[in-house]
C-alpha cells in the first residue's frame, strides 16, 4: 500500500509545472472574457456608472449628471435604459428623497416629451441637449417651488446652472457613452473623446465623495488612481489633463478637494516623465507629488493620511493587469501601443493587398501555361499525325476502288506509303511536275498514277490553308503566353516589393548623426529608409542654410564618404520660414549619365515627318533611347511611329521585359488595322549601373558606337513591326564605356547621300571625322552633311539621335570624414 501511494506522490510530482501554469492561463482568460462581456456587452457597467453618478453632486446641491447620464444611453444604447433608469433611482436615494424625486420626474418628463419631439421633428437628436435644459430647469423650479417653497433669487440661479451644466454635460456623455459600449473594436480616441471620458470618470468619483475607510477618503485614492493609469498609459501631457479635470470636478463638488487639483495635476505630470521607468517610476512621480504638495500645503499634521491614500492608489495600480493597460494604450494616439496596432493593420492590409496580388499573378501564369504551344516532340507527333490524315483522304478517294488495294496497301504497304509521303512532299514543294523520275516510277507501280497525283494536288491547297492557320494559332497562342508571362511576372515583383519590411537602422542613423555633429554640421534628426547598394534613401531636416547649398556641398559627400557611394541630393524642401527647418532626401546615384542630342527634319522641309524618337528613363535604373520611322510620310506615318514610341514607353515603364514589350506592340499594331501600315523600331537601352547595352532593332537601320577614333556598327536583319504575326528579332548586346557616344539614325539619314555606293563605309568615315564629342553638336553635324551631300534637298524624313555615356561624377567631390565610425551596412 506504501508503495502504491509512494508511485501515486511520485506521478504527482511528475505533473509539468507548465500544463499548471497554461491551465490556470485558460482559467484566467476565461473569467476575463466572462467579466468583461457581462460588465461591456451586457450592460451592468452602466449600472455602477448610474448608481455614482445618481448620488454625485455639485456643491453640495446641484444633480446635473443623473439626467444627462440617462438620455445619453436612452439615445445610444436604448436596450440598455432601463438598467440607467434603476441605478440613477437607486443613487439618488442614497442623497435624499427630493433627490430621487427630481431624478426620477426629470427621466419620466423625458420619455413622454422626447415621443412627442420625435414624431414632430425628423432629427430630434440635435436637440436632445435643448430638451434636458428645459426638463431640468422646469422639474427643479417645480419642486423647489411648490415642493420645498423655495421662491428665491438665489434658487432660480441655481436651478438655471444646473440646468446649464445637464445640457453640457449631455453633449459630454454622448461622446463617452460609446466608448463604454465597446461597439468598435478599432476606435482611435480624438482629444475630445479622451476629455469626455476624463469628466465621466471624475463625475462617477464624485459620487464616491462621502465614503471613507479609516479615515481615508476613496474618492482620492480612486482619483490618484485614474490619474496614475493614464500616466503611465499616454504620458505626461494625458496625465497631467487627467489631473487638472479630475481635481476640478472633484472640487465643484465639494470645495475642500480644490488643494486635491494640484496634486493630481503635479503627480500627472510626475509620472509620465518617469514613464520609462514602468510603473514604479509612474508610482514614484505620485508620490514625490505627495510629499512635496502634502508638505507645503497641510505641513507634518495631516501628511500621513495623503500618504496612505496615494500608497493605496499605487498599490491598486501595481495590481492592474497589464492587459488592460496595453488595451487602453491601442486607442490613444501617440503611444507605442497605438503605432504597432496601426502598423500591425497597415501590415495585414498590404499582406492582404500583396496576396491578391499574387493570386492574380498566379491566375496569368496559369492562363499563360495554359495557352503555351505543345513541346516539340508532340508537334512533331502531330505533324505525323496530319501527313497519315492526308494521305487516308487521298487513298478513299482513290485506291477505295481499285482493284490492286490489297496488292499496294496490305502486301506492299511501306513501299506505297513511302511513294505517296515523297509525292506530297513535292506537291507541297510545288516541285512533283519537275521530279520525271519520281513520276514514271510512280506510273510503274500505280494503275492510278494520274488520278492519285491530282487528288494530291487539289488536296494539298487545303492541307496548307489549315496548316497555315495552325501554325498562326500555334504563333498567337506562343505570343498570348509570353504576354500573360510578363503581365505575371510585373505583378509578382510588385507583390514582392509590396512586402518588403522595412528595415530598421538605428545604429546607423546614430551614427551619421553624430558624425556630421562632430564635423560641425547642424542636423535636426536622420531617417534611413534604405541601405541597399545603388538604392540608398535617407531623410534628413537640417536648419535653413540662406541658400548657400550645404547638402550639396557638404553633408552628400560626407555621405558618399560614409557609406562608400555616390550620394546625391535627390529633392529638397526649404523651410517656409528663416528659422525653420529644410527637408532633404539623399539618395543613391547611377553610375553613368546619359547626355542626349536631336537632330530632325521632315521631308521637303515640311512641319510633319513620319519619324518619331523618345528617350526614356526606367524606373529600373536603365535608359532607353528610340526611334521609330512609320511607313511613307506625312501625317498617317507621323501616327503610325508616334503611337509605337508611346505603347513601348507604357510598356516598358511597367517593368515588363523588352522582348517581350516588343512583341506585345507587334500584336497590337498588326490587329488593330487592316491597312498596310508598318513601323521600324531602333530601340536601345543602356544599364545605368554598368552601361552594358541592349539593342533591338526591327527593320530599322544601323547605329554605330565611337569609341575615340574606333568606329562600330550595330546591326540586326529583322522585318518591321506589323508585317507579320510573330516578330522574331535578334537582341545585341554591347558593353559601352564612359566617353562613347551612340549614334542612331533613320533609313533617311543612313540612305540619303546620293552617289553613295557603301552607305556604312561613308557613315563611319563622317563619324570618324568628327572633332566634337558634344551630342547635339554631333548630331546637327551629321544631319548637315547629309542635306549637304544630298544636294540641299531632303528627300525623306530624318533624324538622328546621339547619345553620350559617361560616368556620373557629382558637382562637390567627397571629403574624407577622418573619424570613428563603422561603415553602415
Same mark, same amino acid.
Given at each position: 500500500?506504501?508503495?502504491?501511494?509512494? =508511485?501515486?506522490?511520485?506521478?504527482?510530482?511528475?505533473?509539468?509545472?507548465?500544463?499548471?501554469?497554461?491551465?490556470?492561463?485558460?482559467?484566467?482568460?476565461?473569467?476575463?472574457?466572462?467579466?468583461?462581456?457581462?460588465?461591456?456587452?451586457?450592460?451592468?457597467? $452602466?449600472?455602477?456608472?448610474?448608481?455614482?453618478?445618481?448620488?454625485?453632486?455639485?456643491?453640495?446641491?446641484?444633480?446635473?449628471?443623473?439626467?444627462?447620464?440617462?438620455?445619453?444611453?436612452?439615445?445610444?444604447?436604448?436596450?440598455?435604459?432601463?438598467?440607467?433608469?434603476?441605478? $440613477?433611482?437607486?443613487?439618488?436615494?442614497?442623497?435624499?428623497? %427630493?433627490?430621487?424625486?427630481?431624478?426620477?420626474?426629470?427621466?419620466?418628463?423625458?420619455?413622454?416629451?422626447?415621443?412627442?419631439?420625435?414624431?414632430?421633428?425628423?432629427?430630434?437628436?440635435?436637440?436632445?441637449?435643448?430638451?434636458?435644459?428645459?426638463?431640468?430647469?422646469?422639474?427643479?423650479?417645480?419642486?423647489?417651488?411648490?415642493?420645498?417653497?423655495?421662491?428665491?433669487?438665489? %434658487?432660480?440661479?441655481?436651478?438655471?446652472?444646473?440646468?446649464?451644466?445637464?445640457?453640457?454635460?449631455?453633449?459630454?456623455?454622448?461622446?463617452?457613452?460609446?466608448?463604454?459600449?465597446?461597439?468598435?473594436?478599432?476606435?482611435?480616441?480624438?482629444?475630445?473623446?479622451?476629455?469626455?471620458?476624463?469628466?465621466?470618470?471624475?463625475?462617477?468619483?464624485?459620487?464616491?465623495?462621502?465614503?471613507?475607510?479609516?479615515?481615508?477618503?476613496?474618492?482620492?485614492?480612486?482619483?490618484?488612481?485614474?490619474?496614475?493609469?493614464?500616466?503611465?498609459?499616454? =504620458?505626461?501631457?494625458?496625465?497631467?489633463?487627467?489631473?487638472?479635470?479630475?481635481?476640478?470636478?472633484?472640487?465643484?463638488?465639494?470645495?475642500?478637494?480644490?488643494?486635491?487639483?494640484?496634486?493630481?495635476?503635479?503627480?500627472?505630470?510626475?509620472?509620465?516623465?518617469?514613464?520609462?521607468?514602468?510603473?514604479?517610476?509612474?508610482?514614484?512621480?505620485?508620490?514625490?507629488?505627495?510629499?512635496?504638495?502634502?508638505?507645503?500645503?497641510?505641513?507634518?499634521?495631516?501628511?500621513?493620511?495623503?500618504?496612505?491614500?496615494?500608497?493605496?492608489?499605487?498599490?491598486?495600480?501595481?495590481?492592474?493587469?497589464?492587459?488592460?493597460?496595453?488595451?487602453?494604450?491601442?486607442?490613444?494616439?501617440?503611444?507605442?501601443?497605438?503605432?504597432?496596432?496601426?502598423?500591425?493593420?497597415?501590415?495585414?492590409?498590404? #499582406?492582404?493587398?500583396?496576396?491578391?496580388?499574387?493570386?492574380?499573378?498566379?491566375?496569368?501564369?496559369?492562363?499563360?501555361?495554359?495557352?503555351?504551344?505543345?513541346?516539340?516532340?508532340?508537334?512533331?507527333?502531330?505533324?505525323?499525325?496530319?501527313?497519315?490524315?492526308?494521305?487516308?483522304?487521298?487513298?478513299?478517294?482513290?485506291?477505295?476502288?481499285?482493284?490492286?488495294?490489297?496488292?499496294?496497301?496490305?502486301?506492299?504497304?511501306?513501299?506505297?506509303?513511302?511513294?505517296?509521303?515523297?509525292?506530297?512532299?513535292?506537291? #507541297?514543294?510545288?516541285?512533283?511536275?519537275?521530279?520525271?523520275?519520281?513520276?514514271?516510277?510512280?506510273?510503274?507501280?500505280?494503275?492510278?498514277?494520274?488520278?492519285?497525283? #491530282?487528288?494530291?494536288?487539289?488536296?494539298?491547297?487545303?492541307?496548307?490553308?489549315?496548316?497555315?492557320?495552325?501554325?498562326?494559332?500555334?504563333?498567337?497562342?506562343?505570343?498570348?503566353?509570353?504576354? $500573360?508571362?510578363?503581365?505575371?511576372?510585373?505583378?509578382?515583383?510588385?507583390?514582392?516589393?509590396?512586402?518588403?519590411?522595412?528595415?530598421?537602422?538605428?545604429?546607423?542613423?546614430?551614427?551619421?548623426?553624430?558624425?556630421?555633429?562632430?564635423?560641425?554640421?547642424?542636423?535636426?534628426?536622420?531617417?534611413?529608409?534604405?541601405?541597399?547598394?545603388?538604392?540608398?534613401?535617407?531623410?534628413?531636416?537640417?536648419?535653413?542654410?540662406?541658400?548657400?547649398?550645404?547638402?550639396?556641398?557638404?553633408?552628400?559627400?560626407?555621405?558618399?564618404?560614409?557609406?562608400?557611394?555616390?550620394?546625391?541630393?535627390?529633392?529638397?524642401?526649404?523651410?517656409?520660414?528663416?528659422?525653420?527647418?529644410?527637408?532633404?532626401?539623399?539618395?543613391?546615384?547611377?553610375?553613368?549619365?546619359?547626355?542626349?542630342?536631336?537632330?530632325?527634319?521632315?521631308?521637303?522641309?515640311?512641319?510633319?515627318?513620319?519619324?518619331?524618337?523618345?528617350?526614356?528613363?526606367?524606373?529600373?535604373?536603365?535608359?532607353?533611347?528610340?526611334?521609330?520611322?512609320?511607313?511613307?510620310?506625312?501625317?498617317?506615318?507621323?501616327?503610325?511611329?508616334?503611337?509605337?514610341?508611346?505603347?513601348?514607353?507604357?510598356?516598358?515603364?511597367?517593368?515588363? #521585359?523588352?522582348?517581350?514589350?516588343?512583341?506585345?506592340?507587334?500584336?497590337?499594331?498588326?490587329?488593330?488595322?487592316?491597312?498596310?501600315?508598318?513601323?521600324?523600331?531602333?530601340?536601345?537601352?543602356?544599364?545605368?549601373?554598368?552601361?552594358?547595352?541592349?539593342?533591338?532593332?526591327?527593320?530599322?537601320?544601323?547605329?554605330?558606337?565611337?569609341?575615340?577614333?574606333?568606329?562600330?556598327?550595330?546591326?540586326?536583319?529583322?522585318?518591321?513591326?506589323?508585317?507579320?504575326?510573330?516578330?522574331?528579332?535578334?537582341?545585341?548586346?554591347?558593353?559601352?564605356?564612359?566617353?562613347?557616344?551612340?549614334?542612331?539614325?533613320? *533609313?533617311?539619314?543612313?540612305?540619303?547621300?546620293?552617289?553613295?555606293?557603301?552607305? *556604312?563605309?561613308?557613315?563611319?568615315?563622317?563619324?570618324?571625322?568628327?572633332?566634337?564629342?558634344?551630342?547635339?553638336?554631333?548630331?546637327?553635324?551629321?544631319?548637315?552633311?547629309?542635306?549637304?551631300?544630298?544636294?540641299?534637298?531632303?528627300? *525623306? *524624313?530624318?533624324?538622328?539621335?546621339?547619345?553620350?555615356?559617361?560616368?556620373?561624377?557629382?558637382?562637390?567631390?567627397?571629403?574624407?570624414?577622418?573619424?570613428?565610425?563603422?561603415?553602415?551596412?
Amino acid at each position: 500500500m506504501e508503495r502504491a501511494e509512494r =508511485g501515486t506522490v511520485r506521478r504527482i510530482s511528475e505533473v509539468p509545472m507548465s500544463e499548471t501554469q497554461a491551465t490556470v492561463s485558460r482559467w484566467m482568460r476565461h473569467v476575463k472574457l466572462r467579466l468583461g462581456h457581462l460588465f461591456v456587452h451586457q450592460g451592468f457597467l $452602466l449600472l455602477l456608472v448610474g448608481f455614482l453618478l445618481g448620488r454625485a453632486l455639485i456643491l453640495s446641491k446641484l444633480t446635473p449628471f443623473a439626467l444627462p447620464f440617462f438620455v445619453s444611453v436612452y439615445m445610444l444604447r436604448r436596450d440598455k435604459a432601463a438598467f440607467a433608469f434603476v441605478s $440613477l433611482l437607486a443613487g439618488a436615494l442614497t442623497l435624499s428623497f %427630493d433627490a430621487a424625486l427630481f431624478v426620477g420626474l426629470s427621466m419620466f418628463a423625458f420619455l413622454l416629451i422626447y415621443g412627442w419631439v420625435r414624431k414632430v421633428i425628423s432629427e430630434s437628436l440635435k436637440i436632445v441637449p435643448f430638451v434636458v435644459f428645459v426638463l431640468s430647469l422646469s422639474a427643479k423650479w417645480l419642486i423647489s417651488y411648490y415642493w420645498l417653497g423655495e421662491r428665491t433669487a438665489y %434658487d432660480v440661479a441655481m436651478a438655471v446652472v444646473e440646468a446649464g451644466l445637464s445640457l453640457v454635460l449631455t453633449l459630454i456623455f454622448m461622446q463617452s457613452i460609446p466608448l463604454l459600449a465597446a461597439r468598435k473594436h478599432r476606435h482611435t480616441l480624438r482629444a475630445e473623446e479622451i476629455i469626455s471620458l476624463i469628466i465621466l470618470l471624475a463625475s462617477m468619483l464624485t459620487g464616491m465623495i462621502g465614503w471613507t475607510l479609516s479615515g481615508l477618503a476613496l474618492e482620492h485614492v480612486a482619483s490618484r488612481y485614474l490619474v496614475l493609469v493614464f500616466a503611465f498609459v499616454a =504620458g505626461a501631457a494625458t496625465g497631467s489633463t487627467v489631473g487638472v479635470v479630475t481635481g476640478l470636478v472633484l472640487s465643484l463638488a465639494n470645495v475642500g478637494n480644490l488643494s486635491e487639483m494640484s496634486l493630481l495635476a503635479f503627480a500627472g505630470l510626475l509620472g509620465g516623465l518617469l514613464k520609462e521607468g514602468k510603473k514604479p517610476g509612474v508610482a514614484l512621480g505620485l508620490l514625490i507629488a505627495t510629499l512635496l504638495l502634502g508638505l507645503y500645503g497641510s505641513g507634518k499634521a495631516e501628511i500621513m493620511p495623503t500618504l496612505l491614500e496615494s500608497l493605496i492608489a499605487a498599490a491598486l495600480f501595481f495590481v492592474t493587469p497589464r492587459s488592460l493597460t496595453e488595451k487602453m494604450a491601442k486607442h490613444i494616439p501617440g503611444t507605442a501601443e497605438y503605432v504597432n496596432e496601426q502598423q500591425q493593420y497597415v501590415r495585414k492590409i498590404r #499582406d492582404m493587398t500583396a496576396q491578391r496580388v499574387y493570386q492574380f499573378s498566379n491566375v496569368f501564369q496559369a492562363l499563360a501555361e495554359s495557352f503555351s504551344p505543345e513541346p516539340l516532340r508532340e508537334a512533331a507527333e502531330y505533324e505525323e499525325r496530319e501527313v497519315d490524315y492526308f494521305l487516308s483522304d487521298i487513298t478513299e478517294k482513290t485506291c477505295q476502288t481499285c482493284f490492286k488495294k490489297v496488292q499496294c496497301w496490305a502486301d506492299n504497304f511501306p513501299t506505297t506509303y513511302t511513294y505517296m509521303k515523297q509525292m506530297m512532299r513535292e506537291a #507541297d514543294e510545288q516541285t512533283i511536275g519537275q521530279n520525271q523520275s519520281l513520276m514514271r516510277e510512280w506510273e510503274r507501280y500505280c494503275v492510278k498514277a494520274g488520278k492519285v497525283v #491530282d487528288a494530291i494536288e487539289k488536296e494539298m491547297v487545303t492541307y496548307q490553308a489549315n496548316r497555315r492557320l495552325k501554325r498562326q494559332i500555334h504563333e498567337s497562342r506562343k505570343l498570348v503566353a509570353e504576354q $500573360l508571362l510578363g503581365v505575371s511576372q510585373v505583378m509578382d515583383d510588385f507583390a514582392k516589393e509590396m512586402q518588403k519590411e522595412q528595415e530598421n537602422h538605428y545604429l546607423q542613423e546614430e551614427q551619421i548623426y553624430h558624425a556630421l555633429q562632430e564635423f560641425g554640421v547642424e542636423v535636426g534628426h536622420v531617417d534611413i529608409y534604405s541601405l541597399e547598394k545603388g538604392n540608398i534613401d535617407i531623410e534628413m531636416s537640417i536648419p535653413y542654410c540662406e541658400g548657400r547649398g550645404e547638402c550639396e556641398k557638404l553633408i552628400a559627400p560626407m555621405l558618399s564618404d560614409i557609406l562608400g557611394e555616390t550620394i546625391v541630393v535627390k529633392r529638397e524642401e526649404c523651410a517656409a520660414y528663416p528659422n525653420g527647418y529644410c527637408r532633404v532626401a539623399f539618395g543613391s546615384t547611377k553610375a553613368f549619365v546619359v547626355e542626349t542630342g536631336v537632330a530632325f527634319a521632315a521631308k521637303g522641309g515640311g512641319f510633319i515627318s513620319g519619324d518619331s524618337y523618345a528617350t526614356i528613363e526606367l524606373a529600373t535604373g536603365k535608359y532607353a533611347v528610340a526611334i521609330s520611322d512609320g511607313m511613307g510620310n506625312g501625317q498617317r506615318a507621323h501616327y503610325e511611329s508616334r503611337e509605337t514610341l508611346r505603347l513601348l514607353q507604357k510598356i516598358l515603364q511597367t517593368g515588363m #521585359d523588352e522582348s517581350i514589350a516588343i512583341k506585345s506592340i507587334n500584336s497590337i499594331l498588326a490587329l488593330r488595322t487592316t491597312e498596310d501600315m508598318y513601323a521600324t523600331l531602333d530601340l536601345a537601352i543602356i544599364d545605368l549601373q554598368d552601361a552594358t547595352t541592349k539593342f533591338l532593332k526591327i527593320g530599322s537601320t544601323p547605329s554605330f558606337i565611337k569609341r575615340g577614333n574606333k568606329v562600330m556598327k550595330v546591326e540586326a536583319s529583322n522585318l518591321p513591326m506589323g508585317i507579320i504575326k510573330e516578330v522574331e528579332f535578334d537582341v545585341v548586346t554591347e558593353q559601352l564605356k564612359s566617353g562613347d557616344l551612340l549614334i542612331m539614325m533613320s *533609313d533617311g539619314v543612313f540612305e540619303g547621300p546620293i552617289n553613295v555606293e557603301n552607305h *556604312d563605309l561613308w557613315m563611319k568615315r563622317k563619324i570618324q571625322e568628327l572633332k566634337t564629342n558634344d551630342p547635339q553638336e554631333v548630331a546637327d553635324v551629321i544631319m548637315e552633311e547629309v542635306i549637304r551631300q544630298c544636294g540641299g534637298e531632303i528627300e *525623306d *524624313d530624318m533624324t538622328v539621335v546621339v547619345a553620350k555615356v559617361r560616368h556620373n561624377t557629382p558637382k562637390w567631390a567627397t571629403i574624407p570624414a577622418y573619424m570613428y565610425m563603422k561603415k553602415a551596412q
